[in-house]
């Protein structure tokens, strides 16, 4: 009975010392939480109005790429934070982390510039679909920018997140140190054939039992 229950205890011991999140549910929360507040800025951010070269205004619709350009680079850098973010280093995570932590709280705080100053931000646009520079712009801004902020929040949640919990995530390396060890025949396994290569040992070298393998030189006597 006292086996048993110190069996059920080492369990819950184990079950206690794994991590609540894993790195891949980490690493997919933070790539579609990038992915999310890239897509923003695809819609339009900025409704403007301003003459052509003619005098006759003109109708823009600014979308989130040309009024706030960070958002849209930081949201690829925090793609590629997480992306790095699934390597089995322990260390990563003191760089992806902070990276990913960065990439959202500078894209909230560009997201809201079309909110502060419509007019600026659609400035290059405008320029661009009328051909006419230093023109007067009449712009409002959409709710998307403040929307933004939804998914720029989730990437520094999900910075934090890896910092904080990375540090229990298994490494790599101690799973594959214990699979190269086992020896293999390189005809059945030529990937194992190579690794060993690549560690200076000799694949078809195989040990031989005694008592199987081998012959006893005393039974020819």
């Known amino acids: 009975m006292s086996a048993a229950q110190d069996g059920t205890g080492a ?4 079950g206690a010392r794994r991590p609540r999140l894993s790195r891949r549910v980490v690493v997919l929360g933070g790539l579609v939480a ?3 507040l890239a897509g923003v800025t695809r819609t339009t951010w900025v409704e403007a ?30 793609l590629a934070a997480a992306l790095a973010t699934s390597l089995s280093s322990r260390w990563v995570r003191f760089l992806t982390g902070p990276v990913m932590i960065a990439a959202g709280l500078g894209a909230g705080l560009s997201s ?8 600026r931000a659609a400035l290059a646009a405008v320029a661009e679909s009328t051909g006419v ?13 403040l929307l933004a902020l939804v998914p720029a929040l989730a990437v520094v949640l999900m910075g934090v997140i890896v910092l904080v919990v990375g540090g229990s ?36 070298l195989v040990d031989e039992d005694p008592d199987h393998g081998g012959e006893d030189p005393g039974e020819h006597r």
């Open 169 to 204: 995530w298994p490494v790599g390396s101690r799973y594959r140190s214990a699979a190269v060890t086992a020896a293999a025949d390189p005809e059945e396994d030529p990937a194992a054939a190579w690794d060993a290569l690549t560690r200076g040992e000799d694949p078809s």
């Open 49 to 78: 109005s301003a003459p052509d070269l003619a005098g006759t205004p003109q109708a823009i619709a600014v979308g989130g790429a040309d009024a706030a350009p960070a958002v849209l680079a930081l949201a690829l850098a925090a």
């Open 11 to 14: 369990e819950r011991t184990s």
């Open 34 to 36: 990038a992915g999310a």
């Open 112 to 119: 809201l510039g079309p909110v502060r100053a419509p007019d």
């Open 133 to 145: 520079v230093g023109a007067e712009v009449s712009a409002t801004a959409t709710t998307w920018p």
